[in-house]
């Protein structure tokens, strides 16, 4: 006989907190952390980058899909992704909890360790944040970042001539999602679990911005939606190789027939519109080498008549650019 799983509403909030606080990364920039009123960071640029993202239950995630443990790594993540896109280094995380009396508390202890295995490889801290009660779990992360004395990389730098790339995957995170939903979980265990917990290359962000990146922000509502973001930030065209996402559509080509024939009207819409994957999308000057880790998807041109926006080998895409909170 299975025990019943001890629950939120059966613990103490501080004897919950006892349990969270040190499953929690540290870092040596945290000079005072969880359990004051509030944390204190050094912060030796004298910047700092800061953004939040929140994740609301069967909005973006599903717990009959994810565990705690997931929820926690791409909540980091999501938001990790923010800091290191503007070439910042994540320093610290605030994270709010809110969620049912009847969550089990080993799901809270997985998200805790979820948020740790994601922060710990870029060296940030979870350094506060608060919990509450409520109908269901909703995530709220506030993180801070070091720019460690670079200059912030901004959506809006991209100039004619430069090369866009891209540090990451296409559609993996949607194809998983896709499959999720379908009940076809079997069909490609890691797709599944690049929607479920996403691990993009994450250290791209400040190596990018170290190698002269112009331009640069993470694919988190798919790429042609944030590509026009760089192209209306910047006043210019970004034009993308459909050749270059040939090997984003082979690897999903399987999934895409698993779920509709061919799959091929679906496999590019998760190559093109699908988000979550978070790689890094950077322009760089033509004649500077790509960094590591980057490979080409096109170049950068001058706006014309029809003004800045994204291309896909010089015409405008037919299909939905990506996520849209209020309309997905």
Do not use: K
């Not at 980058?49 to 443990?69: A, N």
């Not at 608060?130 to 709220?140: R, T």
Request: proline share 7%.
């Amino acid at each position: 006989m299975s025990e019943t799983p001890l629950l939120v509403r059966d613990v103490p909030e501080e004897a919950l907190l006892a349990r969270i606080f040190p499953l929690l990364p540290t870092a040596p920039s945290t000079l005072v952390g969880p359990g004051d009123d509030c944390a204190v960071i050094a912060a030796p640029d004298g910047r700092y980058v800061v953004s939040t993202d929140v994740l609301v239950e069967d909005r973006h995630f599903r717990r009959r899909w994810s565990t705690g443990y997931d929820v926690g790594r791409r909540a980091a993540v999501q938001n990790l992704a923010d800091v290191v896109s503007m070439g910042a280094r994540p320093a610290a995380l605030v994270v709010s909890l809110v969620m049912p009396g009847d969550l089990p508390v080993d799901w809270v202890t997985g998200f805790a360790r979820g948020l740790a295995d994601a922060c710990t490889p870029l060296g940030a801290a979870v350094v506060g944040g608060d919990l509450s009660g409520g109908d269901q779990v909703v995530v709220a992360v506030t993180v801070h970042g070091d720019l460690e004395g670079r200059e912030p990389v901004l959506r809006g730098g991209a100039r004619a001539g430069d090369v866009v790339a891209l540090a990451g995957t296409l559609g993996r995170s949607a194809a998983g999602l896709a499959l999720l939903d379908a009940g076809r979980a079997d069909v490609d265990d890691a797709l599944v679990a690049a929607y479920l917990r996403p691990d993009p290359p994450l250290a791209a962000g400040p190596v990018a911005a170290d190698a002269g990146a112009t331009a640069m922000m993470d694919v988190s509502d798919g790429l042609l939606r944030d590509a026009g973001r760089v192209a209306r930030a910047s006043g210019v065209v970004v034009d993308l190789d459909p050749a270059a996402l040939d090997a984003d559509r082979a690897r999903l080509r399987d999934a895409g027939a698993a779920l509709a024939g061919d799959g091929t009207e679906l496999v590019d819409g998760w190559v093109l519109s699908g988000g979550e994957d978070h790689g890094v999308l950077a322009t760089f000057p033509a004649a500077a080498p790509l960094p590591a880790g980057f490979r080409p998807l096109g170049t950068v041109r001058p706006a014309g008549d029809d003004g800045p926006g994204v291309r896909l080998d010089g015409a405008v895409p037919r299909r939905s650019s990506g996520w849209d909170h209020f309309r997905a």
